[in-house]
């Protein structure tokens, strides 16, 4: 339980409904700023301005996924005011509290600097990163299905990486019953993808090894499927990038050469945002458990 | 190799186009009827107008997969004329001669009974309806990631019927990390689901059984899921009808009480044209082949 929690929720998109949703079944105070346009009624939950909240008695605050832009300010689908992180807010908090968000940036870390507050980016977690490579993956599979004119099954299907969301990818296509390669560098992934029953080939040999895929799914965050590349593969092949921006495609060159290629990040919150957000809920409660 | 075989071809859709290629390849003699705005160049191909063409010379006719309306008149994506088959035109073509379509109708089994011509429905041979099982898994897929909010993986998914489309939708959701009940009524079907590690439940206690899915799909083409069985399944189901029309699901109580329900027949040709076409053309050339 989170009873005597203070926490913070400013700003955000429909995953944050289901850690409103968990914090408060767990007894938590929740303070949210930005939700004017929330209908929901939740037990403990107080919709409040930024200027008429007690900062001090603040446990925790919890950003949206995106954290703030490069001037503090938070995106909030519930509200059509601008709602704006300050260091002055931040430093009138307990020296406890901790501030959540998914990702950090100048803005953000610069301020966790001046006031001497810990940031826990929860998209950098690996536990975070492996819950949500599973709606990415189905994502992806709801692309590939959507994009193309033939079936996942009996297609070639190569996927770059074999990282948190490359492995869920790559057996998420097998089972599917596509002909997976699966592309990396180090020889302990070469086995792990050799063990998964799928094709291991290296990353400096893709030149010669995507001539013949129909669907190449990218999750390596730098220029991988260079104009050399795509130069080679053939022009039906669908491109799926999962890398953060700007993805490891040269996307201008695939469109020159016709190819079909699409950036697509941030898939968990578009395709699955309820189990999004029960993940980040999850993850969220356990921490601010551990912090008591 | 299918030389000196005289295949005329009326109208269709993307997946025709497979069929010509695959035909082609096999060096048939391939007539078009309803196809001027296909700019495709194929081998050994003609576009022709129906009462230019020599009937008495005619091996083989393969119609669209949805066959002919209810005057004979049959569809076409390639062309803006009305193309029509008539019992004249069959009764010219030499006795030996086979009709092919997807599905019948009434039009088109008394032009067959007329003529004494053989009509053979792809749709319904065993082989054709399971390799077309493994787009319309796919489609489904598609569909059951687009329309919710949850992932497929953790999932509580019912699929109704354990028939040729049933086997695959079951075990493709299972896959995909579902957790999978399956309703059936013949005792060999509870086993065979037993065996793969799905839940098996009888067909006749829907209305407990359905009670905590997240996603309902029906393959039995008859009410099944009936207003009393709806009445006891959470609104949140998300209701996903693979039977041919109109569907085993009373949309109109399904709608009243604010489930969302789809009607989804068709996929393969949908999702996955060239796949789809594919498939016909292996069953259709093996087929021909046969009868030489």
């Given at each position: 339980m989170l009873t005597g929690k203070h926490v913070v929720i400013m700003g955000g998109d429909a995953r944050q409904l289901e850690i409103i949703r968990k914090l408060s079944t767990l007894d938590a105070k929740i303070s949210l700023i930005g939700f004017e346009q929330l209908d929901d009624g939740f037990i403990g939950v107080t919709k409040r301005k930024v200027?008429?909240?007690?900062?001090?008695?603040?446990?925790?605050?919890?950003?949206?996924?995106?954290?703030?832009?490069?001037?503090?300010?938070?995106?909030t689908i519930f509200s059509n005011e601008k709602i704006r992180l300050t260091d002055e807010q931040v430093k009138k908090t307990?020296?406890?509290?901790?501030?959540?968000?998914?990702?950090?940036?100048?803005?953000?870390?610069?301020?966790?600097?001046?006031?001497?507050?810990?940031?826990?980016?929860?998209?950098?977690?690996?536990?975070?990163?492996?819950?949500?490579?599973?709606p990415t993956a189905e994502g992806t599979v709801m692309m590939a299905i959507q994009h193309t004119d033939f079936t996942i099954h009996g297609a070639n299907?190569?996927?770059?990486?074999?990282?948190?969301?490359?492995?869920?990818?790559?057996?998420?296509?097998?089972?599917?019953?596509?002909?997976?390669?699966?592309?990396?560098?180090?020889?302990?992934?070469?086995?792990?993808?050799?063990?998964?029953?799928?094709?291991?080939?290296?990353?400096?040999?893709?030149?010669?090894?995507?001539?013949?895929v129909d669907l190449c799914i990218n999750t390596i965050p730098a220029p991988i499927i260079t104009a050399n590349v795509l130069a080679e593969m053939p022009t039906h092949c669908f491109i799926i990038d999962l890398a953060s921006k700007p993805g490891g495609t040269d996307f201008r060159y695939a469109e020159k050469r016709g190819m079909k290629a699409l950036l697509a990040p941030g898939l968990p919150g578009i395709v699955a945002p309820k189990t999004a957000g029960k993940i980040l809920a999850d993850v969220l409660t356990k921490l601010l458990d551990e912090e008591k």
């Amino acid at each position: 339980m989170l009873t005597g929690k203070h926490v913070v929720i400013m700003g955000g998109d429909a995953r944050q409904l289901e850690i409103i949703r968990k914090l408060s079944t767990l007894d938590a105070k929740i303070s949210l700023i930005g939700f004017e346009q929330l209908d929901d009624g939740f037990i403990g939950v107080t919709k409040r301005k930024v200027d008429e909240l007690e900062w001090d008695a603040v446990d925790a605050i919890l950003l949206p996924i995106s954290g703030t832009d490069g001037k503090g300010e938070v995106e909030t689908i519930f509200s059509n005011e601008k709602i704006r992180l300050t260091d002055e807010q931040v430093k009138k908090t307990p020296k406890h509290c901790i501030l959540y968000s998914g990702i950090s940036n100048h803005y953000l870390d610069a301020c966790v600097n001046k006031t001497k507050r810990k940031l826990v980016k929860l998209m950098e977690r690996d536990d975070v990163a492996i819950y949500n490579s599973i709606p990415t993956a189905e994502g992806t599979v709801m692309m590939a299905i959507q994009h193309t004119d033939f079936t996942i099954h009996g297609a070639n299907v190569a996927v770059l990486g074999l990282g948190r969301v490359g492995m869920s990818v790559a057996r998420t296509f097998a089972v599917l019953g596509a002909k997976v390669k699966v592309a990396a560098r180090d020889s302990h992934h070469l086995a792990r993808i050799t063990e998964m029953g799928l094709i291991p080939i290296h990353t400096s040999s893709l030149i010669t090894e995507l001539k013949d895929v129909d669907l190449c799914i990218n999750t390596i965050p730098a220029p991988i499927i260079t104009a050399n590349v795509l130069a080679e593969m053939p022009t039906h092949c669908f491109i799926i990038d999962l890398a953060s921006k700007p993805g490891g495609t040269d996307f201008r060159y695939a469109e020159k050469r016709g190819m079909k290629a699409l950036l697509a990040p941030g898939l968990p919150g578009i395709v699955a945002p309820k189990t999004a957000g029960k993940i980040l809920a999850d993850v969220l409660t356990k921490l601010l458990d551990e912090e008591k």
